[in-house]
C-alpha cells in the first residue's frame, strides 16, 4: 500500500535508489499524489509492441503536504501534535539540508563528522555529488578512536539541478 511505504519512506535515508517493481509502482502512486518528490525512469518500448514498466526510481523528498499526511495517518490532524513529530525527526541531519549547506562551499571538501559523511554517503549514492569515502580514508583520533574521513569533489550538474528547483520554490 504506498501511504504504508510513505512511512517507511519517513525513516529512510533520502535521497534513496528503489529498484523493486512493487517499490517503484508505489513511489510512482506517491509522486503522483505529490507526497514525495522522485525520479522515475520512463517505461519503454520493447520493440515488440508492448511497454516495459520503470524498473528504477530516485525519492528525493517527501513534500510538505506528504508529512501532513503522515500525521494525519498518525492522528496528528487538529489536536496540535502535528509539530513535535516533524520536529523530532528533522533532528537529525537530512542530506538535503547538508547539500543545501554545501551549495557555496570551496572544493574539495573535507568532511569528519560522522552525521555529515552519512548525509555524503546519500548524496554520492543520489549522484548529487562527487565524493571519495571509505576505509582509505580512515584514520583514529589521538585517543584511538577510528574517524571517518570524506572529501567532496564538487556538486555535480544533477545536484546544482535539485537545488535550482527547490530555490524556486
Known sequence: MPLSYLLHLENARLPMHVTGAQDVRRVSVLKATGLIE???????????????????????????????????????????????????SNARLEPLDYL???????FPLRVQNREAIGCVEALK???????????????????????????IKRITPFGRAHLARSATR
Open 38 to 88: 522522485a525520479a522515475i525512469d520512463p517505461a519503454y518500448d520493447t520493440g515488440k509492441g508492448s511497454y516495459r514498466l520503470a524498473q528504477d526510481a530516485l525519492v528525493i523528498c517527501i513534500t510538505d503536504d506528504g508529512h501532513a499526511e503522515i500525521d494525519r495517518l498518525r492522528g496528528g490532524e487538529g489536536n496540535g501534535s502535528s509539530a513535535s513529530p516533524k520536529k523530532a
Open 100 to 106: 543545501r549547506a554545501i551549495e557555496s562551499s570551496a
Open 125 to 151: 549514492q543520489a549522484g548529487f555529488v562527487d565524493a571519495v569515502i571509505g576505509p582509505a580514508l580512515t584514520w583514529k583520533a589521538a585517543d584511538g578512536e577510528p574517524q571517518g574521513l570524506a572529501v
